[in-house]
Nanobody, 123 residues
Framework: VQLQASGGGLVQAGGSLTLSCAAS????????MGWFRQAPGKEREFVAA????????SYAGSVKGRSTISRDNAKNTVYLQMNSLKPEDTAVYYCAAKRTSWIATATGAYDSWGQGTQVTVSS
């Protein structure tokens, strides 16, 4: 599956942003979808994941309560809505996919990755 992330940008602290990831090439509804982020000088880290049906989700503690992952299988798109953004949310955000019915949070568990979209939160 090919992934194309978009929606990043510059936002002030406390603001909101919605990222999108469009998938193509395979049956989107067969895939677990995840969002990860990587800040300069840091390891890539898990942000959120959503099961193939959308019935199960998982969030990193750092974004739980401030972010919502969702998907529209008819549009082959997964979203990450982020609210109350903080400067420490600044990173390149990547969407990822894995053909499984399970939820996975490990970077190495995912098979396909998008190109990343930059999110910068100013204080």
């Amino acid at each position: 599956v090919q992934l194309q992330a978009s929606g990043g940008g510059l936002v002030q602290a406390g603001g909101s942003l919605t990222l999108s990831c469009a998938a193509s090439g395979r049956t989107f509804s067969d895939y677990l979808m995840g969002w990860f982020r990587q800040a300069p000088g840091k390891e890539r880290e898990f942000v959120a994941a959503i099961s193939w049906s959308g019935g199960r989700t998982s969030y990193a503690g750092s974004v739980k309560g401030r972010s919502t992952i969702s998907r529209d299988n008819a549009k082959n798109t997964v979203y990450l809505q982020m609210n109350s953004l903080k400067p420490e949310d600044t990173a390149v955000y990547y969407c990822a996919a894995k053909r499984t019915s399970w939820i996975a949070t490990a970077t190495g568990a995912y098979d396909s990755w998008g190109q990343g979209t930059q999110v910068t939160v100013s204080s």
